[in-house]
């Protein structure tokens, strides 16, 4: 049973059904494609900070450069200019967009592999 001082659920009064009240969660239980970008990219951030959650500074950046698309081609000094944003979370931000583009490179080297 979780405890009424455990914010990591809700309790759905009329069933037994729990809903994540943070993404972390609602991806262990729903699966990554259930969230949204901006509940992915906190996940990356990790946590906010006094006043300002991960998921609201997860939007900011969205907001800045409209999409993860938009992101890529960012120099991470643009990603200072953002409350919240330190070097470690910029850091992590880097690395996960560096790791889709080694897996997009391996996608479109075996797609060429195929052809021939």
């Known amino acids: 049973m979780v405890k009424k001082s455990d914010k ?6 009329d069933s037994k059904q729990h809903f994540w009240t943070h993404p972390g969660g609602k991806l262990r239980e729903l699966g990554a494609h259930h969230l949204s970008d901006s509940e992915l ?7 906010g900070i006094k006043g300002k959650s991960a998921e609201t500074i997860a939007r900011e950046i969205l907001e800045k450069f409209g999409s993860f698309r938009g992101m890529f ?3 991470l000094k643009k990603f200072l200019e953002i409350k919240g944003l330190g070097d470690v979370k910029i850091i992590r931000i880097a690395a996960a967009f560096e790791i889709a583009r080694r897996i997009v490179e391996d996608v479109l080297k075996e797609k060429a592999h195929e052809k021939k």
């Open 73 to 75: 081609s960012q120099p």
């Open 41 to 47: 990219l906190s996940i990356i951030i990790g946590s």
């Open 8 to 13: 990591r659920v809700k309790h759905c009064r």
